[in-house]
């Protein structure tokens, strides 16, 4: 099991706004990065850190904190957007790495 | 840019040893800021740590494979590579190499995998 927790699938219609989460203990001392991974591709590298975009992601994707939980908000969802997301964050010990259990997100 | 290829056989005998290796190009392995990592996804499921180490080889292993897993890092051949012994069908997966970048945000070390490695996909079978 992992000891970062996410909702196994979302769904958004076009042009609107989804949230997808991440919670864990550890991301009360630790921040989660995001990956988006498109079936047969090697993930990409989303968000990091408070709110850190990483380069060529456009700025409809945002990140955020709140307590044990981590946030990956889309704004304008579009039909590329549909992908599996990840989050990752250190585990409790903090010696060791964690994904969570991923989230696939569906565009109508 | 850094970019990072993964090698090795495709077909691994149940109770054998998984060798791969990761190739770095474009950068170095040089780097306090980073830790090269393996990680792998087993067909139709999520993404799971194995394991990182570093270019002075500091290394940590996730705990459910720690017993059977063994990486090193090669500076001069630019190279990192992970050995998993005693493999079944569970370990059947694609397998990434990736560097894993500590940063530091807001008084917070945190990590990010920011350069992927484009899989190889590895099976166990006889």
């Known amino acids: 099991s992992s000891e970062l927790t996410q909702d196994p699938a979302v769904s958004v219609a076009l042009g609107q706004t989804v949230r997808i989460t991440c919670q864990g203990d550890s991301l009360r001392d630790y921040y989660a990065s995001w990956y988006q991974q498109k079936p047969g591709q090697a993930p990409v590298l989303v968000i990091y850190?408070?709110?850190g975009r990483s380069s060529g992601i456009p700025d409809r994707f945002f990140g955020s904190r709140s307590g044990n939980t981590a946030s990956l908000t889309i704004t304008g969802a579009q039909a590329e957007d549909e992908a599996a997301y990840y989050c990752n964050s250190r585990d409790s010990s903090g010696s060791h790495l964690v994904f969570g259990g991923g989230t696939k997100l569906t565009v109508l | 840019q850094v970019q990072l290829q993964e090698s090795g056989p495709g077909l691994v005998k149940p109770s054998e040893t998984l060798s791969l290796t990761c190739t770095v190009s474009g950068g170095s392995v040089n780097s306090d800021n980073y830790y090269w990592s393996w990680i792998r996804q087993p067909p139709g499921k999520g993404l799971e740590w194995i394991a990182y180490i570093s270019y002075t080889g500091i290394t940590s292993y996730n705990p459910s494979l720690q017993s059977r897993v063994t990486v090193s890092v090669d500076t001069s051949k630019k190279q990192f590579s992970l050995k998993l012994n005693s493999v079944t069908a569970a370990d059947t997966a694609v397998y990434y190499c990736?560097?894993?970048?500590?940063?530091?945000?807001?008084?917070?070390?945190?990590?990010?995998?920011?350069?992927w490695g484009q899989g190889t996909k590895v099976t166990v079978s006889s």
């Open positions: 990736a560097r894993d970048w500590e940063y530091y945000d807001s008084n917070i070390y945190s990590d990010a995998f920011d350069i």
């Open positions: 850190g408070q709110n």
